[in-house]
């Protein structure tokens, strides 16, 4: 039987029977070792070492669930409104918290007091307006400034006005003569300012109720210091001087026609004497004035500059001496008061007279009295009873 490569097929034999099969011989023995030659020592690279993979990145965490967009945010509107009020309310605030320090500053005494008779009260507001010549205060630098004279002794008075009121219509500013001819309480008839030396703005104001009829309601006093501090407050006052004055008692020479005057020259112009008709054209002088530092005192551009309306109201507030009852807010009406159209006038007169009490003015009783009756009753002073 033939093998498919050609071979003739053995068939398979036992394991007995390959044994005795004739064996190889071995190889013959050798008694010496080989030559051996050497070969070039090529060191094998190192295995590298099988780096562990890197683990796995760590699994995302699950996405968020979108919140649902925001409504556009409304935008805040502005509240000039707002800010207006709040700007008022300390603009307000700040005003009465700087009334009460300036009327704390007020000098009070107790000028209005009853006594028995009194007139009863009238109608309308009646204010006592007093320059007196107190030194109280000056140093002997300022007394020479202000041409005071120095110490005269007892206090006096050299301006003395009555201001009504009316309910209704124009403010009546009636200058009082100092020398005007009167009945003072206790002391007899002598000269009106007399009764400020011998009583004080007490017996003053008595005075000058019984001689007038009115009753008085509200009293201010001011010194010589005060008086040009006040216009110097003001930055000075535009008055117009209706003739020259020259007068060293008063510290003043001025020239005719409208000019700037400081506080020490506003002091003199009310004091001098030096003119052909002595305290009536003082009186004038006094009501120009007057009249020139109200419009000052109340003009825009003093009342919303807080730079000249603070000196101003400070000064004014420690310079004056007030009755116990009154506050500045009083004063303050009384300024306003005095702003607009003023009737300006003198009491009538009918002459002048010697006395024992020396050269003094004497009233015109008739004119006088219907006059003051028409203040009584708060109706307009008749125009023939003017002096303008």
Request: proline share 9%; charged share 20%; hydrophobic share 35%.
């Amino acid at each position: 039987m033939l093998r498919r490569d050609g071979q003739a097929y053995e068939p398979p034999q036992a394991y007995s029977q390959m044994r005795r099969q004739q064996q190889p011989p071995p190889p013959p023995r050798r008694t010496h070792a080989p030559t051996q030659q050497p070969q070039p020592y090529h060191e094998s690279a190192p295995k590298q070492r099988r780096q562990a993979p890197p683990p796995p990145p760590p699994a995302a965490p699950p996405a968020r669930r979108e919140r649902d967009p925001r409504p556009p945010r409304a935008r805040r509107k502005r509240r000039p409104f707002r800010w207006f009020l709040i700007f008022l309310l300390v603009l307000i605030v700040g005003s009465v918290a700087g009334v009460i320090h300036l009327d704390g500053k007020l000098q009070r005494i107790d000028a209005l007091a009853d006594y028995e008779g009194r007139v009863g009260d009238t109608p309308g507001t009646n204010w006592l307006l007093v320059g007196s010549d107190s030194r109280t205060g000056l140093s002997p630098e300022q007394e020479n400034e202000l041409a005071t004279g120095g110490e005269v002794g007892g206090e006096r008075t050299d301006t003395i006005m009555l201001i009504h009121v009316p309910k209704s219509g124009s403010t009546t500013m009636v200058s009082l003569p100092r020398d005007s001819y009167v009945s003072i309480p206790g002391y007899g008839r002598d000269k009106l300012n007399a009764a400020f030396t011998f009583g004080g703005a007490q017996l003053l104001v008595q005075t000058i109720e019984i001689a007038t009829g009115l009753h008085i309601d509200h009293y201010a006093q001011i010194g010589f210091a005060g008086f040009a501090g006040v216009v110097d407050a003001l930055g000075g006052i535009d008055v117009c001087v209706p003739t020259a004055l020259d007068d060293p008692l008063a510290g003043i020479n001025l020239e005719a026609g409208c000019q700037e005057l400081s506080g020490p020259e506003a002091l003199g112009f009310v004091r001098s004497r030096a003119t052909a008709l002595a305290d009536i054209d003082r009186m004038n002088n006094q009501r120009l004035f007057m009249s020139a530092l109200l419009k000052k005192a109340t003009s825009w551009s003093t009342l919303v500059n807080p730079f000249r309306l603070w000196p101003l109201a400070s000064d004014t507030a420690k310079s004056l001496k007030v009755d116990e009852g009154d506050h500045l807010w009083h004063v303050a009406r009384l300024g306003w008061a005095l702003r607009g159209d003023t009737v300006t006038t003198t009491v009538p007169i009918s002459g002048f007279d010697n006395t024992d009490s020396g050269n003094v003015l004497v009233w015109d009783k008739s004119r006088a009295s219907q006059f003051f009756e028409a203040l009584a009753s708060d109706q307009p002073v008749p125009e023939a009873l003017l002096t303008r």
